[in-house]
C-alpha cells in the first residue's frame, strides 16, 4: 500500500514554461486535493476534487489548473510558470467520511526561475 | 470564514520539557479539530483528532482537548524528546477541506 504518491519530488522551471504534477492514491478516496507550502503561511489549498470528473477551486487557484479523469490520480497544470509559483506542493485524499482525515504526499519542490 | 490561530515558533525546549503549542479556531458550528506533523523533509502526518466537543485526542504521548467554550484546541505533551523536533500543525474541517494554521516549528534540545 503506497498510499499517496506524487511525481516528480524537484523540479526546476524557467519563468514561462508550463509543467504537470501528478498525485495518485490507492486507497480508493473520492476526495483530493492539492495544496502550497510556503514559509509562515501554511498549507494553503489550490484546488480539490470530490469524485472523478469532478473539480473545485480552493483558496488560491489563480495560475493552476486541475484534472480528475480518473478516481486514483489528480494532476495540478501549471501553464506559463511564474516565480511566485516557486512552493511546495502537497496531495492530500480522503474518504470524505466521518472526520475527513486527510493523508498527505511527500511533497514536489519546485523551483520558479 | 473559517479559521485557525496557532503560536509562532519555533519552540526550542530541552529534552523532558512539557510542551504546549496554543491553538485556536474560529468556525460556524462544531467542526473536527486535527493536529498534524510535518517532519523534516516529509509531507503532513495525522497526531491526533477530535470530533465534538470535550473530546481528548491523543497520540505518542500528545493530548490535546477540544474546548468548545474558549475555541481552542492545545497540543501538549509531558516529557518530549530530541525525535518531537517537527513542525506542528492546528487544523480544522470545513465543509469537507482542512483550514489549516501556519505552523509551530518545534525544536528539541538533547
Known amino acids: 500500500n503506497a498510499g499517496v504518491t506524487q511525481t516528480p519530488k524537484f523540479r526546476v522551471l524557467k519563468t514561462g514554461q508550463s509543467m504537470t504534477l501528478l498525485c495518485a492514491q490507492d486507497m480508493n478516496h473520492e476526495y483530493m486535493y492539492w495544496y502550497r507550502q510556503d514559509p509562515g503561511m501554511g498549507l494553503r489549498l489550490i484546488h480539490y476534487?470530490?469524485?472523478?470528473?469532478?473539480?473545485a477551486k480552493g483558496e488560491v487557484p489563480d495560475g493552476y489548473n486541475v484534472s480528475r479523469l480518473k478516481k486514483q490520480n489528480f494532476l495540478l497544470g501549471l501553464e506559463s510558470a511564474a516565480p511566485s509559483q516557486t512552493s511546495v506542493y502537497f496531495c492530500?485524499?480522503?474518504?470524505?467520511?466521518?472526520?475527513?482525515?486527510?493523508?498527505f504526499g511527500p511533497g514536489t519542490r519546485l523551483t520558479v526561475l | 470564514g473559517d479559521s485557525v490561530t496557532q503560536m509562532e515558533g519555533p519552540v526550542t525546549l530541552s529534552e523532558e520539557a512539557f510542551l504546549t503549542i496554543n491553538c485556536t479556531y474560529t468556525?460556524?458550528?462544531?467542526?473536527?479539530l486535527f493536529w498534524y506533523v510535518q517532519y523534516p523533509g516529509e509531507g503532513l502526518q495525522l497526531l491526533l483528532k477530535?470530533?465534538?466537543?470535550?473530546d481528548k485526542g491523543s497520540n505518542k504521548g500528545f493530548e490535546a482537548t477540544y474546548r468548545k467554550e474558549t475555541t481552542s484546541f492545545h497540543l501538549e505533551k509531558g516529557s518530549v524528546q530530541v525525535s518531537d523536533s517537527a513542525v506542528y500543525f492546528c487544523?480544522?474541517?470545513?465543509?469537507?477541506?482542512?483550514?489549516f494554521g501556519s505552523g509551530t516549528r518545534l525544536l528539541v534540545r538533547p
Open positions: 487544523a480544522l474541517d470545513s465543509s469537507y477541506k482542512l483550514i
Open positions: 468556525a460556524t458550528g462544531y467542526p473536527s
Open positions: 492530500a485524499s480522503s474518504s470524505g467520511q466521518f472526520y475527513n482525515e486527510q493523508f
Open positions: 476534487s470530490v469524485g472523478e470528473g469532478t473539480t
Open positions: 477530535a470530533t465534538k466537543a470535550d
